[in-house]
């Protein structure tokens, strides 16, 4: 949402796809899980990654490339190694609310068209890793006795063996957990002028106002009209959803989870909202 709503300011813009994890796997395309540690950059990498934010730049003569990649949550080192000029936007959500959503996702139907779309920047060479790996998760959801893909989302180290003993939602969760912590982890060492946090419940309950912020941080000035255009279709109907669907007690063994992650975020991004 956040990231669609930047892409649409003038000069600003990003791909046609939410996420481009391929282009940022890059190299390590068999590597077991998201977290990629900084030491696994490279020039080569480096300049792979950073070509294809150059091009679209060209492409689309854009000042500004917006990118939003979810596994880059537990790989921000590595981020910053390959792409040293970037600045970072932190948006966060209930946890409860996230996880929901996240559950859902492991046994939604194919989209084709958004597939396709993404598939376009698949580097080349990993494609038979990719398309090996694209049937056996659609195999999996068929076969699968709760209908799943094998995987989805950001993969976190143990969440394959987790995903044999536990349940979906507590694996959400821990999901949830995992890139909250080594986010937190990530800007606590991070330059102050280089990363912002906004909390999605205040982004969508008041989008003209966050977003002028957010444009102050990246360094921009843009006139009222362009801000008005660009947040018409920010709603607020998803703040509480996922609360709303579960029991008290299932909210509450999902909280247990994410407290750990809960307090590092708030110790760190209470005095850093934008």
């Given at each position: 949402?956040?990231?669609?709503?930047?892409?649409?300011?003038?000069?600003?813009?990003?791909?046609?796809?939410?996420?481009?994890?391929?282009?940022?796997?890059?190299?390590?395309?068999?590597?077991?899980?998201?977290?990629?540690?900084?030491?696994?950059?490279?020039?080569?990498?480096?300049?792979?990654?950073s070509s294809q934010f150059a091009?679209?730049?060209?492409?689309?003569?854009?000042?500004?490339?917006?990118?939003?990649?979810?596994?880059?949550?537990l790989r921000l080192p590595y981020?910053?190694?390959?792409?040293?000029?970037?600045?970072?936007?932190?948006?966060?959500?209930?946890?409860?609310?996230?996880?929901?959503?996240?559950?859902?996702?492991?046994?939604?139907?194919?989209?084709?068209?958004?597939?396709?779309?993404?598939?376009?920047?698949?580097?080349?060479?990993?494609?038979?890793?990719?398309?090996?790996?694209?049937?056996?998760?659609?195999?999996?959801?068929?076969?699968?006795?709760?209908?799943?893909?094998?995987?989805?989302?950001?993969?976190?180290?143990?969440?394959?063996?987790?995903?044999?003993?536990?349940?979906?939602?507590?694996?959400?969760?821990?999901?949830?957990?995992?890139?909250?912590?080594?986010?937190?982890?990530?800007?606590?060492?991070?330059?102050?002028?280089?990363?912002?946090?906004?909390?999605?419940?205040?982004?969508?309950?008041?989008?003209?106002?966050?977003?002028?912020?957010?444009?102050?941080?990246?360094?921009?000035?843009?006139?009222?009209?362009?801000?008005?255009?660009?947040?018409?279709?920010?709603?607020?109907?998803?703040?509480?959803?996922?609360?709303?669907?579960?029991?008290?007690?299932?909210?509450?063994?999902?909280?247990?989870?994410?407290?750990?992650?809960?307090?590092?975020?708030?110790?760190?991004?209470?005095?850093?909202?934008?």
């Amino acid at each position: 949402m956040l990231r669609d709503v930047l892409g649409r300011l003038p000069g600003f813009g990003t791909w046609p796809c939410d996420e481009i994890n391929h282009i940022w796997r890059y190299g390590n395309p068999g590597w077991p899980t998201d977290e990629l540690p900084q030491r696994l950059a490279n020039k080569r990498i480096a300049g792979y990654v950073s070509s294809q934010f150059a091009c679209l730049a060209r492409r689309h003569n854009l000042r500004i490339v917006v990118e939003k990649t979810c596994a880059n949550s537990l790989r921000l080192p590595y981020v910053s190694a390959l792409l040293p000029s970037a600045r970072y936007i932190w948006i966060y959500r209930d946890p409860i609310d996230c996880v929901v959503s996240a559950s859902k996702r492991w046994g939604a139907p194919m989209n084709w068209g958004y597939t396709l779309r993404k598939a376009r920047y698949v580097p080349v060479r990993d494609i038979p890793v990719y398309g090996s790996r694209f049937i056996y998760n659609r195999l999996h959801r068929l076969t699968s006795a709760q209908g799943r893909v094998a995987s989805w989302g950001p993969v976190f180290e143990g969440m394959s063996e987790q995903l044999v003993s536990d349940s979906l939602m507590n694996v959400c969760a821990m999901q949830w957990r995992a890139c909250v912590e080594r986010s937190a982890d990530a800007f606590a060492d991070m330059a102050a002028d280089n990363w912002v946090a906004v909390r999605y419940e205040q982004f969508v309950r008041d989008p003209q106002k966050e977003l002028a912020a957010l444009c102050r941080f990246i360094g921009l000035s843009v006139d009222q009209a362009a801000l008005e255009s660009v947040i018409s279709s920010v709603t607020a109907g998803s703040v509480g959803k996922g609360r709303r669907e579960l029991l008290p007690d299932d909210a509450a063994r999902i909280e247990s989870h994410v407290a750990p992650a809960v307090n590092a975020l708030q110790s760190l991004v209470s005095p850093r909202e934008i």
